[in-house]
């Protein structure tokens, strides 16, 4: 469990209450440092063909590397958002990554298995376009495996547009522009 309930300060104003259509509330802030342990708990609870999905290997324990990048971020062109319930429980996490001239910046997300199903991940996505575009990036990506049918879905319900990957038979690359 993390403090979802404190009042962190973090620059930018992403740090935010938000309600699912479901009306499933909870908090949203960017991540820091004394989240990885917090982080690393949270993939055990990720089912293994979601962090398939994420990571796009087979993976039945995130590496503490990972964990550890995905804490300590830039803040500019790198943001790990994490979704917290108001019991405290780390519920869901957004990773936003953009190139060096943050033309154009990858998604990925993942929520707790207990969690799915309630529009997390909707929001997320919306809160993470809505960071981008604030951040003048173009264009949002997101890699999913061709198999992650509810991926697509719901980031084709948010305007992104679907293609196969170059190269890559078993993956679609799934975009939108932010700013043209």
């Given at each position: 469990?993390?403090?979802?309930?404190?009042?962190?300060?973090?620059?930018?104003?992403?740090?935010?209450?938000?309600?699912?259509?479901?009306?499933?509330?909870?908090?949203?802030?960017?991540?820091?440092?004394?989240?990885?342990?917090?982080?690393?708990?949270?993939?055990?609870?990720?089912?293994?063909?979601?962090?398939?999905?994420?990571?796009?290997?087979?993976?039945?324990q995130v590496p503490q590397e990972t964990i550890t990048r995905m804490v300590?971020?830039?803040?500019?062109?790198t943001e790990n958002f994490l979704a917290?319930?108001?019991?405290?429980a780390l519920v869901g996490s957004a990773m936003v990554a953009a190139d060096d001239k943050l033309d154009t910046a990858e998604v990925a997300i993942s929520i707790h298995q207990d969690y799915k199903g309630?529009?997390?991940?909707?929001?997320?996505?919306?809160?993470?376009?809505?960071?981008?575009?604030?951040?003048?990036?173009?264009?949002l990506q997101s890699i999913e495996s061709r198999e992650n049918h509810a991926a697509i879905e719901l980031e084709r319900e948010m305007g992104f547009t679907?293609?196969?990957?170059?190269d890559e038979p078993g993956l679609v690359l799934v975009e939108t522009v932010l700013n043209p």
């Open positions: 469990m993390i403090g979802g309930n404190q009042t962190i300060k973090v620059s930018g104003g992403w740090e935010k209450q938000l309600i699912t259509r479901s009306g499933y509330h909870f908090h949203v802030r960017p991540a820091m440092d004394m989240d990885a342990e917090a982080l690393d708990g949270f993939f055990a609870h990720v089912s293994p063909s979601d962090l398939r999905f994420r990571f796009l290997t087979g993976v039945a300590q971020v830039d803040h500019r062109k917290i319930d108001p019991d405290g309630r529009g997390i991940g909707w929001m997320l996505l919306d809160h993470v376009a809505a960071y981008a575009k604030a951040q003048g990036i173009r264009k679907a293609r196969p990957c170059p």
